[in-house]
């Protein structure tokens, strides 16, 4: 049986850890060919290993690069067309929280790193791979927003400001290029156990993290935080072609606790 991203070529930014290690490890399975960026060598080489000892047929570049740099941007987009002379799929994901502060207490250069990250590394991303998907009349992107995407979240206002600007350039993508065969949705993760999110609750209680997780849990309809792995479905999906008349939408992977008003 045909698997759903055999041959492809997709993209997957932030992927040494967390949401984008978990995608790339599905992709894989699913008979993609993966370009894996990260600013974090180290980590990046460490998770091809482990992705190949998973499919050991898979296909990998890795590029270490900042997204917030366009030069670094634009570099990783060329190095995979010169590879594989086609992009089908860009997991446009990398992303980091900052520190928790009220907002008039927040540090301003960690403030403008967030957006340099979280907003303009995105925008840099589909700037680039738009016209190479435009040319080849076929693309699917997925940009990771957040439940701070679509609510509000205390002491993390440039976090939820960056993911909402995400989610409204993922609108205008797929508006304006719908025609040429790209596909733009984004994800809204709510609290999936990744390294970032696990470094959220250190900050909330530094002496007993695992607390802080569970109590956080109690808030959700599941009582309990995401996998990667739960993730990494619906993105294999939203990169496939089966998602062909999805378009424009942010799609709240948080076991329905963003619907929640009050106690469950």
Do not use: W
Not at 55 to 74: F, G, H, M, N, R
Not at 187 to 193: D, F, H, K, N
Not at 243 to 263: H, K, L, R
């Amino acid at each position: 049986m045909r698997k759903r991203l055999q041959d492809r070529v997709i993209v997957i930014t932030g992927a040494a850890m967390g949401l984008g290690q978990a995608v790339a490890h599905h992709a894989a399975k699913e008979g993609a060919k993966l370009s894996l960026i990260d600013m974090n060598a180290e980590a990046l080489a460490q998770a091809r290993t482990e992705i190949l000892a998973e499919s050991p047929d898979a296909e990998i570049l890795t590029i270490q690069a900042d997204v917030s740099d366009e030069a670094a941007v634009k570099s990783y987009v060329d190095q995979t067309y010169h590879k594989y002379g086609r992009i089908d799929g860009f997991y446009n994901n990398a992303g980091i929280e900052g520190r928790q502060a009220l907002i008039p207490d927040y540090d301003l250069d960690i403030f403008k790193k967030v957006i340099d990250i979280n907003l303009m590394g995105v925008y840099y991303g589909v700037r680039h791979v738009i016209p190479i998907m435009k040319a080849q009349q076929y693309g699917r992107i997925v940009n990771t927003a957040s439940v701070g995407g679509i609510r509000g979240v205390i002491n993390q206002a440039p976090y939820v400001a960056s993911k909402h600007a995400v989610s409204g350039m993922t609108k205008n993508v797929a508006l304006e290029f719908a025609r040429d065969g790209i596909v733009s949705n984004a994800i809204a993760p709510g609290a999936i156990l990744t390294p970032m999110v696990a470094g959220s609750f250190k900050q909330v209680n530094p002496e007993d993290p695992k607390k802080a997780e569970l109590e956080f849990a109690q808030g959700n309809p599941t009582k309990r935080l995401g996998m990667p792995e739960e993730v990494a479905k619906v993105v294999g999906f939203l990169l496939s072609e089966d998602c062909s008349y999805v378009n424009g939408q942010t799609i709240a992977i948080d076991g329905g606790q963003s619907n929640t008003y009050g106690i469950v």
